[in-house]
C-alpha cells in the first residue's frame, strides 16, 4: 500500500501575531520535517516552504512561506502538510512509514484473521497499531513491539502478531 506522498506534520495554531505556527511534526526527529524541501497541503492546493524558528510546549514554532498574519496562521490550524514520497529516505529494516501499514491485514500466530490496521498512534510512549475487528466496528490497539507484532510483510500486504492474552475476543477458532 505504498503511497505517493506522506503526511510529515500539520498545522496546530497560530504563535503570536506575526504569522507563526505551531507544527506537529510526525517526522521520527521533529526537527527534520523542515529538513525534506517545501511540503503541499493534502489537496495538493497549497505549497509551504518551512523555515523552523524555535519549539512550544509539544510542538514547534515556524514560519511557512506565505502566511505572515496570525489570523493566516489560524485558518491553517489541522491542515495536514505531505511531502512526494520520493524525497524521502528508504526506512531502515524493521522500521516502516505508517502509511504503509494502514489497511493491512493482521493474523495471529496460528492464521486467524484478528482484524485490519485502520491506524497507527503513539500518545507518548511507542507506537500503537489500531486494529477494526472483523465484522464489527470496534478497534483494538496492539502494542507495535517486536514481541507482539513479530512479523510485517509489506510485499504479502500482512502482519502477524502475538498479541498479549485477552487482548482480542475470542475468535473461535483454534
Not at 511531502?83 to 494502514?102: C, G, K, N, S, W
Not at 504479502?156 to 475476543?169: E, Q, S, T
Amino acid at each position: 500500500m505504498m503511497e505517493d506522498r506522506v503526511c510529515l506534520g500539520a498545522v496546530a495554531g497560530a504563535f503570536g501575531v506575526r504569522g507563526e505556527l505551531r507544527l506537529k511534526s510526525f517526522t521520527a526527529d521533529p526537527e527534520d520535517i523542515a529538513a525534506y524541501g517545501p511540503l503541499e497541503t493534502e489537496d495538493g492546493s497549497r505549497r509551504f516552504d518551512i523555515r523552523l524558528t524555535g519549539q512550544t510546549k509539544g510542538a514547534l514554532v515556524a514560519r511557512l512561506s506565505g502566511v505572515t498574519t496570525k489570523e493566516e496562521a489560524d485558518a491553517l490550524r489541522g491542515t495536514r502538510l505531505y511531502v512526494d514520497r520520493a524525497r524521502l529516505p528508504e526506512p531502515e529494516e524493521d522500521e516502516f512509514y505508517h502509511v504503509d501499514l494502514i489497511g493491512i491485514e493482521v493474523f495471529d500466530t496460528g492464521g486467524a484473521r484478528l482484524g485490519e490496521v485502520t491506524a497507527v498512534l503513539n500518545h507518548g510512549a511507542s507506537d500503537l497499531l489500531e486494529i477494526r475487528l472483523p465484522g464489527v466496528s470496534n478497534t483494538v490497539l496492539l502494542p507495535f513491539t517486536q514481541e507482539a507484532v513479530p512479523t510485517v510483510d509489506l510485499g504479502a500486504g500482512r502482519i502477524v502478531a502475538d498479541p498479549p492474552a485477552g487482548l482480542f475476543p475470542e475468535t473461535g477458532e483454534g
